[in-house]
T-cell receptor, first 113, second 118 residues
Framework: DGGITQSPKYLFRKEGQNVTLSCEQNLNHDAMYWYRQDPGQGLRLIYY???????QKGDIAEGYSVSREKKESFPLTVTSAQKNPTAFYLC????????????FGPGTRLTVL | AQKVTQAQTEISVVEKEDVTLDCVYETRDTTYYLFWYKQPPSGELVFLIRRNSFDEQNEISGRYSWNFQKSTSSFNFTITASQVVDSAVYFCALSERNYGGSQGNLIFGKGTKLSVKP
């Protein structure tokens, strides 16, 4: 079955630690995205990538980093510089630009202890 | 500036009632796309519909229907004969084709939490 997988589903981190969230897709989509969702809020874009080895900052990129070495994979690292990292993180992909429909993974809930 | 407003934070209905979720948007562009997504308690966003700014025809899919009105910048979503399984948070979103900023920007409303009671 084609789709987007994210792992782990739940993640706990101590303050000061970096942590990497995984996102993999087998839909053959060119574009991939990372969003952050806080309680009672909509989604906000962290980073996106339209092609391998290229990515762009979204609205709230500070304290995060990404890589896009393979078409299928777009991992997100939450660094210790991110002041308030506890949130729900959603990965998405689409054929091309944002005007194409974005399909979402199941999400990772990160909690900083 | 781009903006999506979902004024209804929470709605509670009894099963079999019809319910309409409101979405009002602001955009600078003449070419844009509107989306609705459903987020059940599991957390994953499920795509429901995509509509471009040149297609104002209403759409019906089973118990779901969408009313797009450019004159009022609204893209409302109606569930007919609601069911308990419809309980979720519903998001409306906007994307502009010629947005000068990040092309990856899908602007979301804050969502409407729908609770359908048996």
């Amino acid at each position: 079955d084609g789709g987007i997988t994210q792992s782990p589903k739940y993640l706990f981190r101590k303050e000061g630690q970096n942590v990497t969230l995984s996102c993999e897709q087998n839909l053959n989509h060119d574009a991939m995205y990372w969003y952050r969702q806080d309680p009672g809020q909509g989604l906000r874009l962290i980073y996106y990538s339209q092609i391998v080895n290229d990515f762009q900052k979204g609205d709230i990129a500070e304290g995060y980093s990404v890589s896009r070495e393979k078409k299928e994979s777009f991992p997100l690292t939450v660094t210790s510089a991110q002041k308030n990292p506890t949130a729900f993180y959603l990965c998405a992909s689409s054929y091309g630009t944002s005007v194409d429909t974005q399909y979402f993974g199941p999400g990772t809930r990160l909690t900083v202890l | 500036a781009q903006k999506v407003t979902q004024a209804q934070t929470e709605i509670s209905v009894v099963e079999k009632e019809d319910v309409t979720l409101d979405c009002v948007y602001e955009t600078r562009d003449t070419t844009y796309y509107l989306f609705w997504y459903k987020q059940p308690p599991s957390g994953e966003l499920v795509f429901l519909i995509r509509r471009n700014s040149f297609d104002e025809q209403n759409e019906i899919s089973g118990r779901y229907s969408w009313n797009f009105q450019k004159s009022t910048s609204s893209f409302n979503f109606t569930i007919t004969a609601s069911q308990v399984v419809d309980s979720a948070v519903y998001f409306c979103a906007l994307s502009e084709r010629n947005y000068g900023g990040s092309q990856g920007n899908l602007i979301f409303g804050k969502g409407t939490k729908l609770s359908v009671k048996p």
